[in-house]
Structures are given as structure tokens and as C-alpha cells.
């Protein structure tokens, strides 16, 4: 052993400090810590959502809110899914086959669905992310042809899709409207965020 005298008081008073800054660090640390989880707002905000679609009509779209995009369902009239098959070789990907906005296997067929009656998808133009409008009668309209049978027109630069989401050839938009995962709780409800798969 040392020739050296302990000072006990020293000893303590050096345990004693270096416990209050360990509680004192760890009092710091834990709020810092705590910022990196999301909020109840930003977990809303990537939640899955339950829509009802027991009060729509054939002829109608309904708009929700999921992960802060617009998603659009449209109840197609019997009429509407008909057309929808004449469109197909004016289409720039009638089959939904390109991958910039992956198409769920489910939705790659002609109305882009699993239920022929009821269209899901973002409405968010692929070109600059505009919202294009509702252009739901056919016939001749302003900015449409005159043989349009239906669909949707982004204002910003002409672009024109299908009333299944699939855009025309030659327009500036490189690619269908996305298809967001869903799947139905039931005949009068959809769940928008997750599938079967997930």
C-alpha cells in the first residue's frame, strides 16, 4: 500500500459530483432524445385511412386526405367502365407496366381496380403535382377533344387521364395517376394506406 493519507471527504465529495452530473446529463439527454419521435399529428398523418363509401353514387368522386395527398374515389357508372375499354390504345400505358409510380398487382387491369365499380388513386398530376379537375361528362368541352368520353384535366399543362387514371399519349405527364395501396374492410368500406400483402 501507499504511503499517501486518503482524503475520505475528497473521495466523497468527487462520488457525489460525478453522480449529480450523471442525473443532471441524463435530465438533459432524455428530452433531446424524445424530439426524434413523430408527434400524434405526424403519425395521423401516415395512418391508414378508413373511408365509407355507402353514400356514393354512381357518377360521384369523394376526396380524403392520406399521408397530406388528395385520394380520389370515384363510384364508375356502368357506362363509364365500357368507355374505359374503347380508351385503351390511346393510352401512353393502358396496362400500368412502367415503374416510377409502381401499380399494386391488384390494379393492373383496365379500370385499374379491384372493384371495377370504384377507382382509388392520389390526385396528383405525375407531371408538376398539380390536382387535376373532375371532367366527368363526355363529349366536346373546352381543352378536351371532341370525342372525350371522360376523365380528369390538369390545368397546368393539358395533361388528360382516363377515368381509370391512365394518361393519354403525348401529354406532359410521364405516367398514370398512382394507385395508393388499399383494400376493402367491406362492400362499403375501404381501407386507403394498407393491402392485403402488407
Not at 61 to 90: C, D, F, I, M, Y
Request: glycine share 8%.
Amino acid at each position: 500500500m501507499s504511503d499517501q493519507q486518503v482524503d475520505q471527504a475528497k473521495r466523497t465529495w468527487l462520488i457525489a459530483s460525478g453522480c449529480a452530473g450523471a442525473v443532471g446529463g441524463l435530465a438533459t439527454a432524455v428530452p433531446f432524445v424524445s424530439t426524434f419521435t413523430p408527434s400524434e399529428r405526424a403519425k395521423a398523418a401516415g395512418a391508414s385511412v378508413e373511408v365509407d363509401i355507402s353514400a356514393l353514387k354512381p357518377g360521384e368522386k369523394l376526396t380524403v386526405e392520406w399521408r397530406g395527398k388528395p385520394v380520389w374515389v370515384v363510384r364508375r357508372t356502368p357506362e363509364q367502365l365500357e368507355a374505359l375499354k374503347a380508351l385503351s390504345a390511346e393510352m401512353a400505358d393502358p396496362d400500368s407496366v412502367r415503374t416510377a409510380y409502381p401499380t399494386p398487382e391488384y390494379a393492373r387491369n383496365t379500370p385499374r381496380s379491384i372493384k371495377p365499380e370504384y377507382l382509388v388513386v392520389i390526385g396528383i398530376c405525375t407531371h408538376l403535382g398539380c390536382s387535376p379537375s373532375d371532367k366527368f361528362q363526355a363529349g366536346p368541352q373546352p381543352s378536351l377533344p371532341d370525342d372525350w368520353k371522360g376523365g380528369f384535366l390538369c390545368p397546368c399543362h393539358g395533361s388528360t387521364f382516363d377515368l381509370a387514371g391512365r394518361v393519354f399519349k403525348n401529354k406532359p405527364a410521364p405516367d398514370n395517376l398512382e394507385v395508393p395501396p388499399h383494400m376493402y374492410l367491406s362492400d362499403t368500406s375501404i381501407l386507403i394506406g394498407e393491402d392485403k400483402k402488407a
